[in-house]
C-alpha cells in the first residue's frame, strides 16, 4: 500500500534552517508529485510547493520564494523540504502528500518549532 | 490563483443531523475539486474526488456534488466521529492548488 513516511519532530533557533524528509513506499516514486502543505498552530492547511521527483523540477508559492527548496533521491525514494531563515512563524506541522490530480496520500505530518 | 471560499467557517450540529458545507471557487474549475477531513494530530484524509467520488472506505454517509464554481459537502447522518475541520481543494489550476479556509465541524 501506498505509504509516506516522514521525518521527526524539530526545534530549530531562529534564522536556523530546518530540513524535512519524506519517504515513499508501495508505489512507483518517480510517477507523482510530491507536494508539501503546512498548518501552523490554530490556522489552516497552507499549501507551500510542489516537485516532480522524475525530473527534479519543483515551484513554490510566492510567499516561500528564496526560502523554500525541494529535492529527492530517488534511489531511496525519498524527498526532501528545506526551509531556511526560520522565523516564529513558521512553526508548523509540515505535511508531505502524493499528488494525483488531488493528494491522494499523505505523511503523518512533522512538527517543526522555531523557538529561541 | 483560483481562490476558493468556504462557508461556513464552523458549524455545530448533533448527531443524526443533516450537515452541508459549501466551497465556491472564484473561477471555473470543472470537476477538479477534493474533500479532506483533517482531525487534529493526523494526518488529512481525502473523502472524496473528483467532486463527487467517494474515496474507498469512506463511510457512504459522506458525498460530494457540484462542478464549476460551486460544489457541497454533505454528511447525511452526522456522527460523533465525524468532529473535524473539513477543507475543499481546487487542481484545476495546479500549479499553485488551493484549499479552503476550512469548516470546523463540532458536535453538540
Known amino acids: 500500500q501506498v505509504q509516506l513516511v516522514q521525518s521527526g519532530t524539530e526545534v530549530k533557533k531562529p534564522g536556523a534552517s530546518v530540513k524535512v524528509s519524506c519517504k515513499a513506499s508501495?508505489?512507483?516514486?518517480?510517477?507523482?508529485?510530491i507536494n508539501w502543505v503546512r498548518q501552523a498552530t490554530g490556522q489552516g492547511l497552507e499549501w507551500m510547493g510542489w516537485?516532480?521527483?522524475?525530473?527534479?523540477?519543483?515551484g513554490s508559492a510566492e510567499k516561500f520564494e528564496g526560502r523554500l527548496t525541494m529535492t529527492r533521491d530517488t534511489s531511496t525514494s525519498t524527498a526532501y523540504m528545506e526551509l531556511s531563515g526560520l522565523r516564529a512563524e513558521d512553526t508548523a506541522i509540515y505535511y508531505c502528500?502524493?499528488?494525483?490530480?488531488?493528494?491522494?496520500?499523505w505523511g503523518q505530518g512533522t512538527l517543526v518549532t522555531v523557538s529561541s | 490563483d483560483t481562490q476558493l471560499t468556504q462557508s461556513p467557517s464552523s458549524l455545530s450540529a448533533s448527531v443524526g443531523d443533516r450537515v452541508s458545507i459549501t466551497c465556491r471557487a472564484s473561477?471555473?474549475?470543472?470537476?477538479?475539486l477534493a474533500w479532506y477531513q483533517h482531525r487534529p494530530g493526523k494526518a488529512p484524509k481525502r473523502l472524496i474526488f473528483?467532486?463527487?467520488s467517494l474515496q474507498s472506505g469512506v463511510p457512504s454517509r459522506f458525498s460530494g456534488s457540484g462542478s464549476e464554481t460551486e460544489f457541497t459537502l454533505t454528511i447525511s447522518s452526522l456522527q460523533a466521529e465525524d468532529s473535524a475541520t473539513y477543507y475543499c481543494?481546487?487542481?484545476?489550476?495546479?500549479?499553485?492548488?488551493?484549499f479552503g479556509q476550512g469548516t470546523k465541524v463540532e458536535i453538540k
Open positions: 502528500a502524493r499528488t494525483h490530480g488531488d493528494f491522494d496520500h
Open positions: 508501495g508505489y512507483t516514486f518517480r510517477n507523482y508529485d
Open positions: 516537485m516532480n521527483p522524475k525530473s527534479g523540477y519543483s
Open positions: 473561477q471555473g474549475i470543472r470537476n477538479d
Open positions: 473528483g467532486a463527487s
Open positions: 481543494l481546487q487542481h484545476y489550476n495546479y500549479p499553485p492548488p488551493t
